[in-house]
């Protein structure tokens, strides 16, 4: 058929003119689904905008703030991404940070990493070494003038834990009355106590003793650290538990894997020399090494005893 403008239509069939419809129909939505294909892809392989960093108050929080600002300002620049840390009440705060994806990821110690890892699927990927040791105890701390020499000394006295979430601030100095016979797995310590308190820290507990506020501290062995020059003489420890597993980095679940490694990589490099100063912003451990779950499972039995997880 001759148009008015000389041009030539061809005649096409509905059905002919339907299959060129669906063609081009099928040609966008392949390009679509293409571009949204490499998008999706695109998303999942870019690197993570920010890594957020929880910390419980095992020392002064003040000082922590500072320590926080140096280590990921540190971090920051070695991964390429805006870091940032906060202080949490305590150990069961910085759980739930991770939890709900507030924080991704933790320096905690032995028994808040056990729960973690039970409730949330969080991962223990760095320990902590102190003096070679990637483990510690827990000791009971007095004042040398308090006439309390044996855990026997302390029925009816009281004492100072650090954190009811944690292993050596807690669990273990409790456990060594229950090993002594004096209190059950799980029973009420004011059964042996005249009272027990929680003071937010180690820094915290044994200040408390220092200060006479209370009979007794149980905390890290290293809990003597934060003491004063002046108050160091005045305080001695007259129990000390079996070995733990050492404070834990860990990650929560579904953490960016390439930016976890990354950051697994920056915190080992603090163990050579030109690093090793930034440890003073992270607790001030000797330095980290790699660790995996089986490091904790003795932490998890005694747990378990306690009634933290169920058997």
């Known amino acids: 058929m001759l148009m008015r403008n000389g041009s030539t239509k061809t005649h096409q069939s509905p059905v002919r003119r ?3 419809m669906l063609s081009l129909w099928t040609l966008l939505a392949a390009s679509l689904l293409a571009t949204t294909a490499a998008a999706v892809s695109l998303a999942s392989t870019a690197p993570a905008a920010s890594l957020t960093l929880a910390f419980i108050p095992q020392e002064n929080p003040e000082k922590l703030l500072g320590d926080i600002s140096k280590i990921s300002e540190y971090l920051s620049g070695e991964l390429g991404v805006e870091v940032e840390g906060f202080v949490t009440i305590d150990h069961a705060a910085a759980v739930e940070a991770l939890r709900h994806g507030e924080a991704d990821i933790s320096f905690m110690g032995a028994l808040p990493y056990v729960l ?3 409730e949330i699927g969080a991962r223990v990927v760095l320990a902590e070494v102190y003096r070679g040791s990637p483990s510690y105890t827990s000791r009971i701390f007095v004042r040398k003038d308090s006439g309390i020499r044996t855990l026997a000394d302390l029925r009816g006295k009281t004492i100072a834990f650090a954190d009811p979430i944690s292993e050596s601030g807690y669990l273990y100095p409790l456990d060594l009355f229950a090993e002594a016979g004096f209190l059950q797995r799980g029973g009420d310590p004011k059964s042996f106590f005249g009272n027990y308190y929680f003071a937010g820290g180690y820094q915290q507990a044994i200040q408390a003793v220092a200060h006479g506020y209370v009979d007794a501290a149980g905390a890290s062995q290293f809990a003597d650290l934060l003491l004063t020059a002046e108050q ?10 079996p070995p733990i597993p050492s404070h834990a980095v860990i990650a929560r679940r579904d953490l960016d894997p390439e930016l976890l490694l990354g950051f697994v990589g920056a915190m ?11 440890l003073a912003y992270v607790y001030g ?11 904790y499972e003795g932490v ?4 378990r005893a306690y009634g933290y997880l169920q058997r």
């Open 18 to 20: 339907r299959a060129v």
């Open 285 to 295: 451990p000797d330095g980290y090494i790699e660790t995996n779950h089986e490091a």
């Open 232 to 241: 160091l003489p005045d305080v001695t420890w007259i129990a000390e538990s």
């Open 300 to 303: 998890e039995e005694l747990a």
């Open 268 to 278: 080992l490099q603090l163990n050579e020399p030109e690093y090793r100063s930034y």
């Open 116 to 118: 973690a890892h039970h």
